[in-house]
Nanobody
Framework: QVQLVESGGGLVQAGGSLRLSCAAS????????MGWFRQAPGKEREFVAS????????YYVDSVKGRFTISRDFAKKTVFLQMSNLRSDDTAVYYC????????????????????WGQGTQVTVSS
């Protein structure tokens, strides 16, 4: 079992930046691919980004490519989502997720592939 706690959300103006953090505890951090999802009001939860167990491979939904960067720090057992050039349609609750039982290089994106979830952190972008 792994526990995930997100932080770093808040209110930001359009065009601004935020960095989300997700601290993991419990099982071995490197055993899990890590990712971020988001859910906007009235919408289904959607995939945002993932990073492989070895931290080398990443994968993004098209709408955030070039604006968001996912990374992980093995010493701190933390995964980050650096968000830049934020837009009003980025407003959502952002969830951290962990996926086990995958190859070392996988970057999962389907919700069914993820085993553990954080409680979420709110990001609000004002226009």
């Amino acid at each position: 079992q792994v526990q995930l706690v997100e932080s770093g959300g808040g209110l930001v103006q359009a065009g601004g930046s935020l960095r989300l953090s997700c601290a993991a505890s419990g099982r071995t951090f490197s055993n899990y691919a890590m990712g971020w999802f988001r859910q906007a009001p009235g919408k289904e939860r959607e995939f945002v980004a993932s990073i492989s167990r070895d931290g080398i491979s990443t994968y993004y939904v098209d709408s955030v490519k070039g604006r968001f960067t996912i990374s992980r720090d093995f010493a701190k057992k933390t995964v980050f989502l650096q968000m830049s050039n934020l837009r009003s349609d980025d407003t959502a609750v952002y969830y951290c997720a962990a996926a086990g039982s995958l190859s070392y290089y996988s970057t999962p994106s389907e919700e069914s592939e993820w085993d553990h979830w954080g409680q979420g952190t709110q990001v609000t972008v004002s226009s």
